[in-house]
């Protein structure tokens, strides 16, 4: 940076000076790099970098809190933790997710073998 560009180039200056003696100079805001810029085709061109796009930014889903048993939670913990080391890894809340449209399902008058069959195929399809 030139001495110009700096916009604490005359401190030193003013050290030891009175505030009337040295003139206030005017602090302006660096101006953006043109280049530096994305354009519309750069950024279809390239792959998006960062983490993907969680539940939490996804207007799909909301956060709903639901009050367990600490020991069911803990049973279902240890269950999904050996689920993942045998690489079968499963997300507690896509397991709830899962449970809840079951439910909503027999609800709505479907037939319960036909549900515990789907589910269960689609818990052995996951592995």
Same mark, same amino acid.
Do not use: C
């Given at each position: 940076?030139t001495?110009k560009?700096?916009?604490?180039?005359?401190i030193f200056?003013v050290?030891?000076?009175?505030?009337? #003696?040295?003139?206030p100079?005017?602090?302006?805001?660096?101006q953006p790099l043109?280049e530096l810029?994305?354009?519309?085709?750069?950024?279809?061109?390239?792959p998006?970098?960062?983490?993907p796009?969680?539940?939490?930014?996804?207007p799909?889903f909301?956060?709903?809190?639901?009050y367990?048993?600490k020991k069911?939670?803990?049973?279902?913990?240890?269950?999904?933790?050996?689920? #993942?080391e045998?690489?079968?890894k499963q997300?507690?809340?896509e397991?709830?997710?899962?449970?809840l449209e079951?439910?909503?399902?027999?609800?709505?008058?479907?037939?319960?073998k036909?549900?515990?069959a789907?589910?269960s195929?689609?818990q052995?399809?996951?592995?």
């Amino acid at each position: 940076m030139t001495e110009k560009d700096n916009a604490f180039h005359r401190i030193f200056e003013v050290v030891g000076q009175p505030d009337s #003696e040295v003139p206030p100079t005017p602090i302006t805001s660096p101006q953006p790099l043109r280049e530096l810029e994305s354009s519309p085709e750069t950024e279809a061109e390239s792959p998006k970098r960062g983490r993907p796009r969680g539940k939490k930014s996804d207007p799909e889903f909301i956060s709903a809190i639901a009050y367990i048993k600490k020991k069911t939670h803990l049973q279902v913990k240890r269950l999904l933790l050996d689920k #993942e080391e045998q690489g079968e890894k499963q997300d507690f809340s896509e397991l709830v997710q899962e449970l809840l449209e079951f439910w909503v399902q027999l609800q709505q008058g479907e037939e319960p073998k036909t549900l515990i069959a789907r589910f269960s195929d689609s818990q052995k399809s996951k592995k």
